[in-house]
T-cell receptor, first 117, second 113 residues
Framework: NAGVTQTPKFRVLKTGQSMTLLCAQD?????MYWYRQDPGMGLRLIHY???????AKGEVPDGYNVSRLKKQNFLLGLESAAPSQTSVYFC????????????????FGSGTQLSVL | AQSVSQHNHHVILSEAASLELGCNYS??????LFWYVQYPGQHLQLLLK??????LVKGIKGFEAEFIKSKFSFNLRKPSVQWSDTAEYFC???????????FGKGNQVVVIP
């Protein structure tokens, strides 16, 4: 059982380049999230999805786009990378628990270290 | 929108010392509360959570947290830390029924053998 898998694990981009980060989960979870983690800033929500075909903006969505064409995949795109997007990106997924809450437990991927020069 | 404050971002202590990490949130309604831990080089994992019931919750590895509603706090404690507790600890909050989890800025804890 792989859980939440993120690819790639590391990437270096030049300013203006584009790329897509892939997140895949094999737990049949409805909810998926993209966070960025920066020193002293904690985790900030970029975008999230409550189901296949749906996406919504989080706390820091500017400069990013997402797609959830398949339930198991959640893609994060950077159309024109900027140095301010240098960060560690974490994908997470969750399910609707017994209490009816979606955030009973988030399952995180191992992260993608992105550097934009 | 809910927000989360964590204090003392960097904590250094010796093995067997007691640990307490503060977490305060700003939201007036019903909330769900979490502590996540990130060990060096690893992804975040759930340490413990509070939804309802006994305000003193126990998690993995001897950690516990107490929800004090009047203080909007959910402080994490461990009576005697070990070197393996070196990690970054994040408090997180979401309003009841909300899909979005808000994280604090984290506490970097270093335990010296």
């Amino acid at each position: 059982n792989a859980g939440v898998t993120q690819t790639p694990k590391f990437r270096v981009l030049k300013t203006g380049q584009s790329m897509t980060l892939l997140c895949a989960q094999d737990m049949n979870h409805e909810y998926m999230y993209w966070y960025r983690q920066d020193p002293g800033m904690g985790l900030r929500l970029i975008h999230y999805s409550v189901g296949e075909g749906t996406t919504a903006k989080g706390e820091v969505p500017d400069g990013y786009n997402v797609s959830r064409l398949k339930k198991q995949n959640f893609l994060l795109g950077l159309e024109s990378a900027a140095p301010s997007q240098t960060s560690v990106y974490f994908c997470a997924s969750s399910y609707v628990g017994r209490t009816g809450e979606t955030n009973e437990k988030l399952f995180f991927g191992s992260g993608t270290q992105l550097s934009v020069l | 929108a809910q927000s989360v404050s964590q204090h003392n971002h960097h904590v250094i202590l010796s093995e067997a010392a007691s640990l307490e990490l503060g977490c305060n949130y700003s939201y007036g309604g019903t909330v769900n509360l979490f502590w996540y831990v990130q060990y060096p080089g690893q992804h975040l994992q759930l340490l413990l959570k509070y939804f309802s019931g006994d305000p003193l919750v126990k998690g993995i590895k001897g950690f516990e947290a107490e929800f004090i509603k009047s203080k909007f706090s959910f402080n994490l404690r461990k009576p005697s830390v070990q070197w393996s507790d070196t990690a970054e600890y994040f408090c997180a909050v979401n309003a009841y029924g909300n899909n979005r989890l808000a994280f604090g800025k984290g506490n970097q804890v270093v335990v010296i053998p």
